[in-house]
């Protein structure tokens, strides 16, 4: 078995499940499965892996969001799927500064700056991909749907806020948002090392957008992938959460 080929297909199966209900059935009906698969690829990814570096990609650790300064440049061909994998190339020079990221920036002007979501960059441009018929932000397709998506950031960005942030291990599932095809330990804040030890988002940019927007001093990341180049171990900075990776 390819077990590279089935991450992918898992990947897609992922991305697309706002989008057909009939693929929603199906997966939600093949969550154990799905998940017991993640577990048994990621701990053989492990072993003949990331061992070598030090890091386990199914153990929870803790940083600093403001650590968080990048994030995988469009196109980049990774995904939680491909968790416990080490890649060389120039993937992490190709990182974008979160800094500039269209996102970031439109929560930080709603939330810091008092703007109306329809007022803000990131609103503007999913409603021209609606009215184009098409789909964006977690599978919006029509002005409600954004308008919804719009409202769960406002619950999240008070959430946070107000209680600090959950870890996504310990939050009920709910179909819509936190819904997830992988086991507890990939649903965090999932991040790439770079060569020189960066931390490189490759998951979770609207939760880091909002801790970093709320000042919350730690949150749980789980590292994905190293690059080849990494001599192992942390970065500095990060530390371990949990003793036994689930």
């Given at each position: 078995?390819?077990?590279s ?112 979501w ?63 095809i ?57 530390t371990?959460?949990?003793p036994?990776?689930?």
């Amino acid at each position: 078995m390819d077990l590279s080929r089935v991450a992918q297909c898992l990947g897609v199966a992922r991305r697309g499940i706002h989008s057909s209900r009939l693929l929603r059935l199906v997966v939600y009906r093949l969550h154990p499965l799905v998940r017991l698969y993640f577990r048994l690829v990621t701990e053989f990814r492990y072993r003949t892996q990331l061992q070598t570096k030090g890091i386990h990609p199914r153990r929870t650790y803790t940083a600093d969001p403001k650590a968080i300064q990048q994030l995988l440049a469009p196109n980049t061909p990774f995904s939680v799927a491909n968790s416990g994998e080490i890649h060389g190339g120039d993937w992490d020079r190709r990182a974008r500064s979160f800094d500039d990221y269209l996102i970031y920036n439109s929560l930080k002007n709603r939330f810091v700056h008092g703007y109306e979501w329809d007022e803000t960059e990131q609103f503007e441009r999913a409603r021209e991909t609606i009215d184009a018929g098409g789909s964006c932000w977690h599978g919006c397709r029509s002005l409600s749907d954004l308008r919804d998506r719009c409202a769960y950031l406002d619950a999240l960005y008070t959430d946070i806020k107000d209680h600090g942030y959950t870890p996504q291990s310990e939050l009920e599932v709910r179909r819509h948002e936190n819904a997830s095809i992988y086991p507890p330990s990939l649903r965090e804040i999932s991040v790439a090392i770079g060569r020189n030890g960066e931390l490189i988002l490759l998951d979770g940019r609207h939760r880091v957008s909002i801790v970093k927007i709320v000042g919350v001093d730690r949150i749980p990341i789980q590292i994905a992938i190293v690059h080849a180049e990494w001599d192992g171990g942390l970065p500095a900075g990060v530390t371990d959460r949990t003793p036994d990776p689930i």
